[in-house]
């Protein structure tokens, strides 16, 4: 179903009075991801449109996101492109534009029924142009009607994961900062170089997040970095772990390593973010470590630090092993916790 519901700057549905479904399982009618299964299988099982009649199908409506830029314009930024996939779920129809905004719509009447904008920077050289190609979607199953119940996640192009109320089209408190992370912390980080196009993968609350560097523009881009989030009931993220994606030759084998958790157990989240200048940006973070062990541990805490960078106060001794990373040492006692602050100003 990739592209069916799209024209360029607009989404054109075309539909055979089906039955459109509520909360629940997902049903024959709906599409709960980018492939619309977590197998990715693109397949419907619908029947009413088969060979026979589609060429008799009629547009029911048509909506116009508006977000259009011909990559002409001073100041507007890239070129853009409408290559989202709609989420059909719940009786709503999500979608994402170039710009990076969230809308949902009435799949029935095309009627706008909110819309969500992260305030993307789109005068930045993004090599794709200004795309975004979906979202993921993930039920609480304990939030029951509650706000977040259903969630949405979107990768933007300017590097930052967010997180909003399918119901409402707001901010999930407590995730990240205002509802969003900065993925930004990678060596030779490079604004608009290094970018997100592609939807997340949500599956049994972990949130998973690639990334996208230009091609053919230069030998020392941007490592490739794979996050994995957790997407708690409360709202809350947990950093799982990340590994680097370096420069790696064609059809070479490649192996990702996020960690194992035995004994010692690490939580990381953002706790503050705050824009000092253009590309100037402080960010805080809170590391807690649970030590279930027998006996204490040193724990060396590894954390890679994007940009021109400079440590502001840290709550720990630490030192700069390389110019994109910091090496944090923390003792933590036996069956203890201990928690690492620290917070940095970088320029990008």
């Not at 492109?81 to 709503?92: A, C, K, N, Q, V």
């Not at 969230?102 to 200004?130: C, F, H, M, Q, S």
Request: with cysteine.
């Amino acid at each position: 179903m990739r592209k069916t519901i799209m024209l360029a700057g607009a989404a054109a549905v075309l539909l055979a009075a089906a039955r459109l479904a509520h909360a629940g399982q997902q049903g024959a009618d709906e599409w709960g991801a980018y492939g619309r299964d977590l197998q990715g299988t693109r397949f419907s099982p619908l029947t009413q449109v088969t060979p026979e009649n589609v060429a008799k199908l009629k547009p029911a409506w048509t909506f116009h996101t508006g977000d259009i830029s011909t990559g002409k314009v001073k100041g507007g930024g890239p070129r853009s492109g409408f290559e989202t996939t709609p989420l059909m779920m719940d009786g709503r129809l999500y979608l994402t534009t170039p710009f990076n905004r969230v809308i949902a719509l009435d799949p029935a009447t095309g009627k706008e029924l909110w819309a969500y904008d992260p305030k993307l920077d789109r005068d930045k050289p993004y090599g794709d142009g200004l795309i975004n190609r979906g979202l993921a979607a993930w039920r609480d199953a304990k939030a029951g009607k509650g706000a977040c119940a259903l969630r949405l996640y979107e990768a933007t192009l300017d590097a930052r994961l967010v997180s909003v109320d399918a119901a409402t089209g707001l901010p999930c408190p407590g995730f990240g900062v205002n509802g969003e992370v900065n993925l930004r912390d990678v060596a030779r980080y490079t604004p608009g170089q290094y970018h997100m196009t592609s939807p997340p993968i949500a599956l049994d609350g972990v949130v998973v997040v690639g990334s996208a560097i230009d091609d053919n523009s230069r030998v020392s881009m941007p490592s490739g970095v794979v996050r994995v989030y957790q997407a708690d009931s409360k709202g809350g993220l947990q950093f799982v772990g990340e590994d680097r994606i370096d420069h790696t030759p064609k059809d070479e084998t490649l192996n990702l390593k996020i960690g194992n958790a035995f004994d010692v157990v690490c939580e990381r989240k953002q706790i503050d973010f705050e824009k000092i200048s253009a590309g100037t940006y402080e960010v805080e973070y809170e590391i807690t470590l649970r030590n279930h062990k027998a006996n204490g541990v040193n724990v060396a805490v590894n954390e890679p630090i994007g940009g021109t960078w400079r440590m502001l106060q840290s709550s720990h001794e630490w030192k700069k092993t390389s110019a994109w990373a910091a090496q944090f040492a923390v003792p933590v006692a036996q069956d203890g916790t201990a928690v690492l602050k620290y917070r940095v100003r970088v320029t990008y």
